[in-house]
């Protein structure tokens, strides 16, 4: 990032020589910069129990890709634990046992209670006023355990969603011990090894997006307005070796965007381009090369 960081500087500094003709202009000097080049942080304490990535500038790790494993075995014991107990409450939510043991029950006294009234009926304190309130205090106790074993059935529900949830919040403390890639990218730099101590925002690994650039310039304000370039067609020239020998490799593009500020008598400018994949698996163009850009220019001159 620093280095980065210090050749914007001095492109900023030294713009390069253009060439220019009646419908396009030629700038050198254009750096070429990644797009998204994170340092990738641990976003919960712990110790690094696993690196995945080693740094290799050729190889692509996908977005999502583990770069590295924070001891997590703690979690892993409190989601088993949850999940345990998730499925207890839901088959007690989902038991109608209980309500229909106290339904026929009450059912049951509430027979016995009415057959001690019609008794009574025909023959007065044939049944004692003692027992007829037993029996009645007796229906209504197991209607009341009816009751209480759908209002339990409703609790359990709700504990289930509740286990649920702390299943989720586990989950996501158990994703947060994993430091993972946040985009296609090369691992450029690996900060923490395994058996080391990391705590939140802690730099684990660097990863730099390669197939997509940035190449960026300056065009002289003096002679261009943003309203010449900007959305053209431009071509990218970058010089380099390959199999000993000095080629001129060229991708096509599209200008995006020109900074509406002037910067030391220029408009700083700059592309993204979809970066071709060489036929060894690398990448042609790498952030901090050097680039000459073609601009064709929207009003011929």
């Known amino acids: 990032m620093i280095l980065t960081t210090m050749a914007i500087a001095v492109t900023l500094l030294a713009p390069g020589k253009d060439s220019k003709s009646g419908d396009h202009v030629k700038l050198s000097n254009c750096l070429i910069m990644a797009i998204d080049d994170f340092e990738v942080p641990a976003q919960d304490a712990g110790l690094l129990i696993a690196v995945n990535v080693t740094e290799d500038g050729q190889k692509t790790v996908k977005k999502g890709t583990p770069l590295a494993q924070i001891d997590d075995r703690d979690l892993q014991v409190k989601r088993r634990l949850a999940e345990i107990e998730a499925v207890a409450a839901k088959q007690q939510a989902e038991s ?10 009450a059912a049951v006294a509430r027979t016995e209670w ?3 009234m019609e008794i009574n009926a025909k023959s007065p304190r044939t049944v004692s006023d003692t027992e007829v309130r037993r029996l009645h205090l007796t229906f209504e106790r ?6 209480k074993a759908r209002l339990e059935q409703r609790i359990a529900g709700l504990t289930e969603q509740a286990k649920r949830t702390a299943i989720e919040a586990v989950e996501n403390d158990i994703r947060k011990r994993r430091v993972e890639a946040p985009v296609d990218g090369v691992i450029e730099k690996i900060h923490k090894r395994a058996g080391e101590w990391v705590t939140p925002g802690e730099q684990v690994a660097r990863i730099v997006r390669m197939d997509r650039l940035r190449v960026q310039g300056l065009l002289p304000a003096d002679e261009y307005s943003p309203e010449d370039v900007v959305n053209q067609p431009v071509v990218i020239e970058v010089s380099m070796i390959r199999g000993g020998k000095r080629v001129v490799e060229t991708v ?3 200008l995006d965007n020109v900074s509406a500020v002037i910067e030391a008598s220029h408009y700083r400018f700059w592309v993204e381009v979809d970066n071709p994949e060489t036929e060894s698996g ?3 163009l790498r952030p901090g090369q050097y680039a000459d850009v073609k601009i064709n220019l929207k009003h011929a001159r």
Not at 96 to 105: F, G, Y
Not at 142 to 147: K, N
């Open 114 to 116: 009415e057959n001690a």
């Open 252 to 254: 096509n593009a599209k």
């Open 282 to 284: 690398g990448w042609l």
């Open 142 to 147: 197991y209607e009341l355990e009816a009751e």
């Open 96 to 105: 109608t046992v209980a309500e229909a043991v106290a339904e026929k029950t």
